[in-house]
């Protein structure tokens, strides 16, 4: 089995971390981890993605990875830029995203924002962002402590908004298997091969849209 190569890298946001598992003429991936998990997290599945050749990146304050400067923040949409900073020191102008919780979130987001570097996306128990409006952000707060106290989980997003969600993604597709939120660690076996084939056909039929693009 593939062993992951420590890796750090220099961007102009500070001093990136993260595990390398090489192949060579291979799809490339970029794993994001959850919140509080690291680059570490993804040492159960990556190395069953033979096919691919995979960097998990450690966001900053995770890992091995540098800390923002004491006087900026930790907002969701920090995380982009990121990301695009360490693409570019990878020197990939595109890539598969390989996203858990909250990376799933930063995937779907910049996918958005940069759709020009991204050939396909898997994310993982997130499709996107947590949305609520301004108006109804302390009635949410107030239920989350509710339910916490009563030791249920709080559904991260409606019904009807997961159906929205499903909708709004071109040539998307939903999986559901059994597990916890860490499914993708504690048994990482029975969605390698689905992640693998999916990301593989994505990356034939990017290249295939490419061309047609070219001789329109």
Not at 25 to 39: E, M, Q
Not at 108 to 113: I, P, T
Not at 174 to 184: D, K, N, Q, S, Y
Request: proline content about 4%; overall charge negative; glycine content about 6%.
């Amino acid at each position: 089995m593939r062993q992951a190569e420590d890796i750090e890298l220099v961007t102009p946001l500070g001093r990136r971390a993260g595990l390398h598992w090489r192949t060579e003429n291979a799809p490339r991936v970029l794993c994001l981890h959850g919140w509080l998990d690291n680059a570490a997290s993804f040492i159960p599945l990556a190395p069953l993605l033979d096919k691919l050749e995979v960097f998990a990146l450690d966001f900053p304050g995770h890992g091995n990875s540098e800390h923002r400067h004491m006087t900026a923040r930790y907002h969701f949409i920090d995380y982009l830029w990121d990301v695009d900073a360490v693409l570019n020191a990878l020197q990939w102008e595109d890539c598969h995203l390989l996203g858990h919780s909250l990376g799933a979130a930063v995937s779907s987001v910049y996918c958005a924002g940069a759709p020009e570097r991204v050939r396909s996306a898997v994310l993982l128990d997130t499709l996107g962002p947590i949305s609520v409006s301004a108006q109804s952000s302390a009635d949410r707060l107030r239920r989350s402590l509710h339910k916490n106290r009563m030791e249920r989980r709080v559904p991260w997003c409606s019904a009807e908004k997961m159906k929205a969600r499903k909708q709004a993604i071109a040539h998307g597709r939903h999986e559901t298997v059994t597990g916890h939120h860490h499914f993708h660690m504690d048994e990482p076996e029975q969605i390698a091969e689905t992640v693998q084939s999916f990301i593989l056909a994505s990356d034939k039929a990017t290249d295939t849209r490419g061309q047609n693009d070219q001789t329109d």
